[in-house]
Each structure stands twice: as structure tokens, then as C-alpha cells.
């Protein structure tokens, strides 16, 4: 099954300071067919204006991953942690049971940021938070994991759960395949920029595609593009 769901499709609230869009049941927005996909529960596309942010509000059992796709976010939480995460890299939240934080954008430009919402295996636990940077030259041709619970992604930030985010750049004519190895996995694919096909299935920057019962599947770069995976139990 590979299903799209083209970017205007999506649910959205234009708040001023956040123009968020939003490919799962969220806040204001229900669709009861998209409620969630597998473990993975939201997926929020969010442009936060200069000077603007989420202030500080609390979270319990869920895994939090923040891709930032263009400006920077600026984290600080009620363990004392605080960080600054630039476009392309990957910061982390396990709200375990349970923190307070805020994220904001304190540049002078819009901050573009993917909101990913994974379900963990197990309630409660003391909270967590990391960040780490991941050029983008690795990920060229070939999906890297970003934040992982899959055991030997010894590189990628640690959630608490079955999942992996990855990310790829791959060129335009050019391919990239991943591969589950178990067709009932969960598998959805953003295109931050560029255009994809996937077999008979074409997607632009920012679409969703939801693809299951596949072993593997082969993503051919239309346009350069900037991909992020999720693969979920």
C-alpha cells in the first residue's frame, strides 16, 4: 500500500506567529482516518515567525523529534537543559513522565521545523533531551538514521521506542531504497524539498506518503531532494 496525502490535504491553523499544517489528527484538527500511523501519532509541519515560539508547556509519554528544516530552534526545558538546533539537525525530547519546555525561534527569519510524535513502548520514566548535528553530505544517496530505538543505530539519538527517523539527499535521476525486511512495518516518507516518485506514486516537498506491506521501497529523486523517513512498528 503506498498512499499520498498531498500537502493542501493536510489540517491547518494560521496563528499569526505559527502557521502550522498538520498530516495527523491534532489539536483543532480531526480526521478519523488519519489519527495516527502505527506508533507514529503526529506529524506537524510548523513555520514559526521570527522572535515567536511555543512557551512553556508541559508533555508526558511521548517521544518528541524536532527536524529543522530551515532557520534554527532554541530549546529549554524543566531538567535544565537547553540547546540551540540549527536547519538539518535533529534534537530529541523523551517526555517520559513528564517535563515542561518551550521552543522558540530567536532568529531573525522564519524557522521551518517537522514535528514527529512517536508513541513509546513503556509509560513514565525520567525525561530526556538531546540534540546532535547530521550534514547532510552523509545522508547523500542513502537513508541515515536520525533518532532510533532499533538496536545498532549507534549513531542516531536514542527514543524509547521501535522506530527509526531517518534522513536522505538524493539527486535528481538518482534513487535511494530502504529496506524493512518486515512487511508490516509502517513506513511514511516527507519530502522536505524536491519531488519523489515511489513506484507509480509522485510526491512534492512537503506531501505525506504512507506506505505499508512492503519489504522495501525505492524512492526515485524527480528534483534534488531532502528526505525524512519514519519507520514504525
Do not use: C
Not at 522564519?110 to 513502548?121: A, L
Not at 524539498?193 to 506514486?201: M, R
Amino acid at each position: 500500500m503506498i498512499e499520498l496525502r498531498p500537502f493542501n490535504s493536510l489540517g491547518a491553523v494560521n496563528h499569526g506567529w505559527l502557521d502550522a499544517h498538520h498530516h495527523f489528527s491534532f489539536a483543532g484538527y480531526h480526521d478519523p482516518s488519519r489519527v495516527n500511523w502505527g506508533s507514529l501519532r503526529v506529524w506537524n509541519d510548523d513555520t514559526i515567525a521570527p522572535k515567536t515560539g511555543f512557551p512553556t508547556h508541559p508533555h508526558n509519554d511521548m517521544e518528541i523529534i524536532t527536524y529543522v528544516r530551515s532557520g534554527a530552534i532554541t530549546h529549554r526545558d524543566s531538567m535544565g537543559n537547553e540547546g540551540r538546533t540549527e536547519a538539518g539537525d535533529v534534537q530529541v525530547m523523551s517526555a517520559g513522565s513528564g517535563i515542561q519546555h518551550s521552543e522558540y525561534n530567536l532568529e531573525d527569519e522564519e524557522t521551518q521545523i517537522f514535528q514527529i510524535w512517536i508513541i513509546p513502548e513503556e509509560r513514565g520514566g525520567k525525561p530526556d533531551w538531546g540534540a546532535r548535528p547530521f550534514p547532510k553530505a552523509d545522508r547523500a544517496g542513502d537513508f541515515v538514521p536520525l533518532a532510533s530505538g532499533v538496536a545498532n543505530d549507534d549513531d542516531a539519538l536514542p527514543i524509547r521506542t521501535d522506530a527509526r527517523v531517518l534522513g536522505a539527499t538524493v539527486k535528481a535521476g538518482e534513487s535511494v531504497t530502504y529496506t524493512t525486511h518486515d512487511p508490516s512495518r509502517h513506513l511514511y516518507l516527507v519530502p522536505a524539498t524536491g519531488k519523489v516518485k515511489i513506484e507509480n506514486v509522485e510526491a512534492n516537498a512537503r506531501d505525506g506518503v504512507a506506505i505499508t506491506q512492503r519489504e522495501s521501497v525505492t524512492i526515485t529523486a524527480i528534483e534534488d531532494s531532502e528526505l525524512v523517513l519514519v519507520d514504525a512498528a
